[in-house]
């Protein structure tokens, strides 16, 4: 084992249905969200310190028990499989179960709230085994769960949530939510993601700078604010990085418009491993959502060294380590964009803030180290 704890190897699954396209770096299978890049990394970091690691995942033509850094990947129905209606329990969850037998784990983890936290506690329960939730969103922390659509959805979310052995929240905000709603207590442990710059901030080209937006076209990312963003600082060019996943009229709005607008480019889906480019060429990271967990991009960005220009704030990380500027509407991120790239002290001023945040807080290995504390606490706990 590479890490500083003398403890025996653990055995770890981490159940997470949309995660192989993460792990194996294919854009064609799952999906390559936050949640599903977390248990990648930790996932891989942890293989690395000698644990056994095993991920549960869709079968997308994969071969099973097939190997990526060093994580087992252990294969459930295919998402089209079975009829409408009664597929949940058959082959959903039934294929599930036999994976998560398989992978034969001293525990299990699962990330956002959904009906597979339930499923996940109530094979840990039967069968004696360790389960930890960890949370992905604020909206995984507040009673009404209004991205749960079903009453199944919410009361097998509900039971997992309170028979997991560990929650793990991103922030402070969460911990708190999640007490008041759902009278749960959590850990706290933060975000993780790769060096983007292995050492020394690389300054952006600024003539003009350019700004970046990353995220999917969902209502809550409000790319529309970034849009009008654009539209009100013609001197800057506007990058927007995210697929389309789905066609609807909104989203068919989003992208008339964004190829409407001279400074705006819209570059599709990306494939993470080209994204450190995106970052590099950026001077700023712009976040327009309504809400928000720990957003990876705000690692990503920092790893690079970027401020951030942003509608939420965490903690309240941005603004009291000045890592950026939080504002409320259109009008005040525009306002902040041309504060900051009209200053060149003090984009340095929140770069080497930004660097100094990652390193401290984010890396890999800081955020494994407790990761792993955790895992070791769990299981020893009688």
Known sequence: MTSGTNRHPLNVCFVVPEGYGMLAGSVQAGQIGGAEKQMSLLGRELAARGHRVSFVVWDYGQPDSVEHHGVRVLKMCRTEAGIPGLRFLHPRASSMWTAMRRANADVYIQRTADDETGVVAAWCKLHRRRFIFSVASNVDCVSELPYLGTRRRRMLYRFGLKRADCVIAQTKDQ????????????????????????????????????????????????????????????????????????????????????????????????????????????????????????????????????????????????????????????????????????????????????????????????????????????????
């Not at 901030?201 to 963003?229: A, H, S, Y």
């Not at 491993?273 to 060429?281: C, D, G, K, L, N």
């Open 175 to 382: 911990q708190a939510l999640l007490r008041s709603h759902f009278d749960r207590d959590s850990l706290v442990i933060r975000s993780c993601s790769e060096d983007g710059c292995n050492g020394f901030i690389v300054p952006p080209p600024m003539d003009p700078p350019r700004v970046l937006w990353v995220g999917r076209f969902r209502p809550e990312k409000q790319l529309e604010w970034f849009l009008d963003l654009a539209h009100s600082c013609p001197e800057f060019i506007f990058d927007v990085v995210g697929p389309v996943e789905e066609k609807t009229a909104y989203v068919d709005a989003l992208v008339r418009r964004g190829t409407g607008l001279d400074n705006v480019v819209m570059h599709g889906a990306v494939h993470y491993s080209e994204m450190a480019t995106f970052y590099r060429q950026a001077a700023v990271l712009c976040l327009t959502s309504a809400f928000e967990g720990f957003p990876n991009t705000y690692l990503e960005a920092w790893s690079h060294g970027r401020p951030v220009v942003s509608t939420v704030d965490p903690d309240g990380v941005v603004t009291r380590n000045k890592l950026g500027v939080v504002a409320e509407d259109v009008p005040g991120l525009a306002r902040s964009l041309r504060e900051i790239l009209s200053a060149p002290d003090r984009w340095r001023l929140f770069a080497r803030n930004a660097r100094r945040q990652f390193l401290e807080n984010h890396k890999i290995k800081v955020v494994g180290d407790r990761f792993e504390q955790l895992l070791q606490n769990t299981v020893s706990r009688p």
